[in-house]
């Protein structure tokens, strides 16, 4: 069963940093396109990162320079670092498959993990 | 934020019809393919739709939708008490800013 799991979520004080993990099951992580997904309290989904299957990463405007998606592969583990965090970075962050079977819709996602930055 | 308009709630009894609009541009939804997906009350987001009007496995057939130019739309025939939930619109885009592109979601109430 293809299944992803994030973790690393916490409490953070405003300008700390924090990375999160997203462990894979059932498929191998270099093979696929993998992201992360943030929803702020009562918003809407925000497209945060793209790992692509040959390492070419990207990022939204608002995390550049900020945040960087990397993937271990001997770990089959995908992984988020986060620096200089704001209030705006509160969130459940959620790691998401684009298969190509689903022309790289997210097709699977974990349970989210919560970051709240505080001041 | 979002570049997908989508209105911000829809309703309906049992058995009826709703239907949500996606309204976005050139560089993403006219150039590329839509994607929806559904998101009860405190759960993870799940894929509904995609290629514009694909189904996956498990889905099902009372999700419908479809894309004309900019626009695209999802309805639910046969509303049920489970359908209540966000349901966003998607697409991937060739901004510089930020690749995949969220509507900016619908709530889905089942009187």
């Known amino acids: 069963e293809v299944q992803l799991v994030e973790s690393g979520g916490g409490l953070v004080q405003a300008g700390g940093s924090l990375r999160l993990s997203c462990t894979a099951s059932?498929?191998?992580?270099?093979?696929?396109?993998m992201n992360w997904v943030r929803q702020a309290p009562g918003k809407g989904l925000e497209w945060v990162s793209v790992?692509?299957?040959?390492?070419?990463?990207f990022y939204t405007d608002s995390v550049k320079g900020r945040f960087t998606i990397s993937r271990d592969n001997s770990k089959n583990t995908v992984y988020l670092q986060m620096t200089s965090l704001s209030a705006e970075d509160t969130a459940v962050y959620y790691c998401?498959?684009?298969?190509?079977?689903?022309?790289?819709?997210?097709?699977?996602w974990g349970q989210g993990t919560t970051v709240t930055v505080f001041s | 934020q979002s570049v997908l308009t989508q209105p911000p709630s829809t309703s309906g009894t049992p058995g009826q019809r709703v239907t949500i609009s996606c309204s976005g541009d050139?560089?993403?939804?006219?150039?590329?393919?839509v994607n929806w997906y559904q998101q009860l009350p405190g759960a993870a987001p799940k894929l509904i739709i995609y290629?514009?009007?694909l189904r996956p496995s498990g889905i099902p057939d009372r999700f419908s939708a479809s894309k004309s130019g900019a626009s695209a739309s999802l309805a639910i025939s046969g509303l049920q008490s489970e359908d209540a939930a966000d349901y966003y619109c998607?697409?991937?885009?060739?901004?510089?800013?930020?690749?995949?592109?969220f509507g900016t979601g619908t709530t889905v109430t089942v009187l």
């Open positions: 998401a498959l684009s298969p190509d079977y689903y022309y790289f819709a997210m097709g699977v």
């Open positions: 059932g498929f191998i992580v270099s093979t696929q396109q």
């Open positions: 790992h692509y299957t040959g390492g070419t990463t």
């Open positions: 050139s560089s993403n939804i006219g150039s590329t393919t």
């Open positions: 290629n514009n009007h």
């Open positions: 998607a697409a991937w885009t060739d901004s510089l800013h930020a690749f995949y592109v």
